[in-house]
């Protein structure tokens, strides 16, 4: 795969998840979720050395992602309210 390609080949491609069930595609997701913070906590563990200080420092970095997300949101639920309002919708 070239360093310029986005979408990896089909050899490349996550296995198909058709055949899972609704409450079982869920509780993949919630591992991947899972799994991911995992990744993230290890990158402050080695950063900051000891569990506590790693914990501090991810739990912030959580809540600043959080408010974010949020400021993010309400971004655009303006804009939209705004482009109705300029619309006549």
């Not at 420092?57 to 303006?78: C, N, P, Q, V």
């Amino acid at each position: 795969m070239s360093s310029s390609q986005l979408i990896p080949p089909a050899d490349l491609a996550p296995p198909s998840i058709a055949h899972l069930s609704p409450r079982d595609r869920a509780r993949v997701w919630a591992q991947m979720v899972d799994e991911g913070d995992r990744l993230v906590f290890e990158g402050f563990l080695r950063r900051h050395g000891d569990q506590a200080a790693a914990r501090r420092a991810f739990d912030e970095w959580l809540a600043r992602r959080d408010d974010d997300a949020t400021s993010a949101k309400i971004r655009m639920l303006r804009a939209r309210r705004h482009a109705e309002h300029r619309d006549g919708q």
